[in-house]
């Protein structure tokens, strides 16, 4: 692109340069002319003045003075009444192809006296030469500073394209962060801030997807652990047809519960489902939650009981309020102590549900970023508190940390008919 620029910028200059300069070297080459004699018609009558000067004072024509004053100059003076003579440094012969191609003048003088006066033309030519001369060197400096114009300019459009080429290489490698180079080329610029968009979107897309595996991956950890108690029941108790069909309901239903996070988990990373809230028995989710989870605690020779008031009701979606009271459960378990206490309380605008232990507490230093992500105080994977903090918002509640020791996270659902985000604790 940049040979192009510039070959097209070399021509038009040429073409522009010859439009302007061959006219230009024509008018010289006649204006030249045009002094030259004009100059010579001038000498002639200087020359037809003075031999009427010398023919009155000394009744002669002086060749010699001629001579002397006009060293370049063929000059023939015909007094009237008398023989033509000439003189000059200059041998004129009309037979001679050089001298007869000269310029010629001629004057009359108030007393008749006829003067012819030739000169080389080789001052002429050499006028000539150097003003076109002048007028070649001009053009090229012309096509010189057009072609370093057309330089300049080449690579100042260019440049932004290999830099535009450069970040879209970047996309497509996978490298999505906005580049954000600006050009002072409106066209330009507008590909850049196309280009930096994208990337955006890309680097939007990339971390949806990335989030929505490993959210995925932690939320199905727990239903699938609580799936496979189930399994072993039935292994368990197979000679009990009564246990083993309650324990194969159960499974059932939890296998039910894991398509639903699945589904939920596929609209959130897709952005394509708002969540539809409708008033929920909070006792029914609950009371089912906590009879899903007592198998794992009772294994692991601690309690998990359920408190507070009954008979509230919260807007919010079951499956969602499921995987937070899920998420709040299963970081008591793996990071606290003692019995897990799940308690209902109303606050006016909001159904509050708590979570505690009997731990240790989360460390001091850790309480300010507990929810960001990746963040953790032991071996877990620092995902769940954010996941559960998202999903809340995603409906208009909320999550927080209420207490450190003993540790107790709070669930704050709206109770009204629109999905107005919850008020956090006071």
């Keep these: 692109m940049r040979r192009r ?9 040429i073409i522009a340069v010859m439009l302007l300069g061959l006219p230009l070297g024509a008018l010289t080459y006649q204006q030249v002319n045009s002094d030259n004699s004009a100059r010579l018609l001038r000498e002639a009558e200087l020359i037809a003045t003075e031999a009427d000067a010398q023919l009155e004072i000394d009744g002669r024509v002086d060749v010699d003075y001629f001579s002397a ?26 037979r001679d192809p050089d001298t ?28 000539i030469i150097s ?19 057309a330089m300049l300019q080449a690579r100042r459009l260019t440049l932004p394209l290999v830099d535009l080429a450069a970040t879209a290489e970047r996309l497509g490698s996978g490298v999505a962060t906005p580049w954000g180079h600006r050009y002072g080329i409106p066209e330009a610029d507008a590909v850049a ?45 197979a000679d009990k047809p009564e246990v083993v069909r309650e324990e194969g309901e159960a499974a059932l239903a939890q296998t039910e519960r894991l398509v639903e996070i699945v589904e939920s988990l596929l609209g959130r990373a897709r952005r394509t489902q708002n969540p539809e809230l409708e008033p929920v028995d909070i006792d029914e989710v609950i009371e089912q939650f906590v009879e899903e989870w007592r198998p794992v605690f009772t294994q692991a020779g601690r309690k998990l009981q359920l408190g507070g008031k009954e008979g509230l009701t919260a807007m919010t979606v079951p499956t969602d309020l499921s995987q937070i009271l899920a998420t709040l459960v299963e970081n008591a378990f793996k990071h606290g102590a ?11 605008q909001s159904v509050r549900i708590e979570v505690s232990d009997e731990g240790e507490g989360i460390p001091q230093e850790l309480s300010p970023r507990i929810f960001e992500r990746e963040v953790t105080s032991g071996n877990g994977t620092g995902l769940g508190l954010s996941l559960a903090r ?31 985000r919850a008020t956090g604790p006071v």
């Design 5 to 13: 620029m510039l070959f097209s910028t070399l021509v038009v200059a």
């Design 390 to 420: 998202h999903i809340a918002e995603s409906e208009g509640a909320r999550v927080e940390f209420v207490q450190s020791k003993p540790t107790t996270f709070a669930l704050f659902l709206p109770t009204g008919t629109s999905p107005a």
């Design 69 to 94: 004053v006009y060293p370049q100059r063929y000059i023939e003076i015909s007094p009237p009444g008398a023989a033509t003579v000439s003189t000059g440094g200059w041998e004129y012969d009309p």
């Design 131 to 149: 003003a076109w001369l002048g007028i070649t060197s001009l053009s090229l400096l012309a096509i010189g500073v057009a072609v370093g114009l």
């Design 100 to 127: 007869a191609a000269s310029l010629s003048a001629s004057a009359t003088s108030a007393r008749g006296s006829v003067v012819v006066v030739w000169r080389d033309t080789n001052g002429v030519r050499e006028d």
């Design 338 to 348: 003692g019995t897990v206490t799940v308690s209902r309380l109303e606050t006016g």
């Design 193 to 237: 801030e196309v280009l930096d968009r994208s990337a955006e979107r890309i680097a939007s897309l990339i971390s949806t997807e990335r989030h929505f595996a490993t959210d995925a991956s932690h939320q199905l950890r727990t239903p699938l652990t609580a799936l496979s108690m189930r399994l072993e029941e039935i292994l368990a108790e």
